[in-house]
T-cell receptor, first 112, second 113 residues
Framework: EPEVTQTPSHQVTQMGQEVILRCVPI?????FYWYRQILGQKVEFLVS????????KSEIFDDQFSVERPDGSNFTLKIRSTKLEDSAMYFC??????????FGSGTRLTVV | AQSVAQPEDQVNVAEGNPLTVKCTYS??????LFWYVQYPNRGLQFLLK??????LVKGSYGFEAEFNKSQTSFHLKKPSALVSDSALYFC???????????FGKGTRLHILP
């Protein structure tokens, strides 16, 4: 069964550093998403991406965040200057449209 | 505002007994409804979904969910719980095909041996 692949599985970074989280969505999917989950808490929507542009973003997705699909296969989330409160599990997801997504296994980001 | 409510933070069930994890939603129109499960230090695994049709939906690992439009509920059920079902369960809704998925806060299920 096709999978959404996320790398790395765990990343530790110093506060103030830039970090890039990588995702390879399912190849024929057109809609891409990033969600985050602060440890053991609710899963929160960050951003959706379609046709090479952001279609929706949440209040969490401020100017420190950006997304990119640089080469037609990868889908990346960049955090420019990480804060302690950015520590969370970040999930990438992709969809061909309705009705559901396929989630990746997540990247645990720890900001120290 | 659109929302999903999981009223129980934790549910404890003895192994072999039936289990129910509750979910209600407040979304306009006819949303798609989902249940996901998360095991410790793992990602989100899809369990089942309701799109249309039969109100009782069967999913992975023997789980099922019942859609009740009048009560705007989508409770997760299993006739006989296993210790291995212990995990964090998320109810989620997708208001229409282009919208984001909105998650409930999650319910931690403990199956007691």
């Amino acid at each position: 069964e096709p999978e959404v692949t996320q790398t790395p599985s765990h990343q530790v970074t110093q506060m103030g550093q830039e970090v890039i989280l990588r995702c390879v969505p399912i190849s024929n999917h057109l809609y891409f998403y990033w969600y985050r989950q602060i440890l053991g808490q609710k899963v929160e929507f960050l951003v959706s991406f379609y046709n090479n542009e952001i279609s929706e973003k949440s209040e969490i997705f401020d100017d420190q965040f950006s997304v990119e699909r640089p080469d037609g296969s990868n889908f990346t989330l960049k955090i420019r200057s990480t804060k302690l409160e950015d520590s969370a599990m970040y999930f990438c997801a992709s969809s061909a449209g309705a009705p559901g997504y396929t989630f990746g296994s997540g990247t645990r980001l720890t900001v120290v | 505002a659109q929302s999903v409510a999981q009223p129980e933070d934790q549910v404890n069930v003895a192994e072999g007994n039936p289990l129910t994890v509750k979910c209600t939603y407040s979304v306009s129109g006819n949303p798609y409804l989902f249940w996901y499960v998360q095991y410790p230090n793992r990602g989100l695994q899809f369990l089942l979904k309701y799109i249309t049709g039969d109100n009782l939906v069967k999913g992975s690992y023997g789980f099922e969910a019942e859609f009740n439009k009048s009560q705007t509920s989508f409770h997760l059920k299993k006739p006989s719980a296993l210790v291995s079902d212990s995990a964090l369960y998320f109810c989620a809704v997708r208001p229409n095909r282009d919208d984001k998925i909105i998650f409930g806060k999650g319910t931690r299920l403990h199956i007691l041996p």
